[in-house]
Every structure is written in structure tokens, then in C-alpha cells.
């Protein structure tokens, strides 16, 4: 009768998905779009681990950072596959060998860039989730397998 309650959806009421389809490319493709649609030139690569790295304020006078030493850097942390700002701050980075595999608390990718600068310089550095968090990512502001971008400032401590 008419009080019979159907706990099923009838087929004619339409039931919204969210989906975001994204285009499957890979991390470098994802870099490489990101770097042309924001024109962000002379960016050199390392084609061993895929770090991109730009100065984009030198200091050519200035000390070289040398590796074991804590530096204080300002960032600015992007995702690639959106642009989307994910953290922003100041933090002290010990900077260890490059050629090694830790980190000095913070990604290697971070760590590596910061490797290349002098004291008062600012850059871009550009890196695969390798680099970053990998398959992880981390919480909820950096999905697994996230390219990142940061701006960086590096000062002395």
C-alpha cells in the first residue's frame, strides 16, 4: 500500500559523484606543465634524482652554505599538481651532504636545494615525490606521490 517505506533509491533520482578526473602523468610531465604554465625559467636539472633548482635572487659576493651547517630558511611550500599553497614558515635546516641519503629533518629534495645556495640567496627548487614524501605524502596536505615546489630564503642562523 502507500505506507510501504523503500529503503532503495527509486532509478529516477539522480545521486551526485564528486569526481575529479585527472589526465595519468607522470610526475615529470606534471613538473614540466607546471614550469611552462608558470614560466619559470633556468631551471637546472639533476637528471640522476629529477631536482629542478633556480636562483632566483643571487648573491654571488656571499659565503657558500657548507654542508653541517644550520641555516635559517623561509618557505613557501606548492603542490605542482595544483599550485596550491600547503605550508609557508621559517625553519632552521641542518644541511647535510647531498650525496648522502638523509636529510637533516627535513625532505631531501628541500635539503638539496639549500645545498646549492649562498647565504641572502632566494630560489625555486622543483622535486619528485622521491624526494619529498613519496608514496606516503603526508597528513592530509600532501597527497602520496606529490611533485612539490618551494620558494626559499636562506639567512644565517
Do not use: H, W
Amino acid at each position: 500500500g502507500t505506507g510501504d517505506v523503500s529503503l532503495l533509491a527509486p532509478l529516477y533520482i539522480p545521486i551526485q559523484y564528486d569526481i575529479e578526473i585527472l589526465k595519468v602523468r607522470t610526475e615529470e610531465e606534471q613538473i614540466d606543465d607546471y614550469v611552462a604554465k608558470n614560466k619559470i625559467l633556468g631551471l637546472e636539472r639533476n637528471n640522476d634524482n629529477g631536482l629542478r633548482f633556480v636562483k632566483t635572487f643571487a648573491r654571488p659576493d656571499s659565503a657558500q652554505i657548507a654542508i653541517g651547517t644550520t641555516v635559517s630558511v623561509t618557505y613557501t611550500g606548492r603542490l605542482i599538481r595544483n599550485g596550491k599553497q600547503f605550508d609557508t614558515g621559517t625553519i632552521d635546516v641542518n644541511v647535510v651532504d647531498p650525496t648522502g641519503t638523509a636529510s637533516g629533518g627535513v625532505v631531501k629534495g628541500f635539503n638539496d636545494g639549500i645545498a646549492k645556495m649562498r647565504y641572502g640567496e632566494k630560489a625555486i627548487i622543483i622535486f619528485p615525490s622521491a624526494l619529498g614524501y613519496g608514496i606516503t605524502g603526508s597528513s592530509t596536505t600532501i597527497p602520496a606521490y606529490s611533485p612539490l615546489l618551494f620558494e626559499v630564503e636562506a639567512k644565517r642562523k
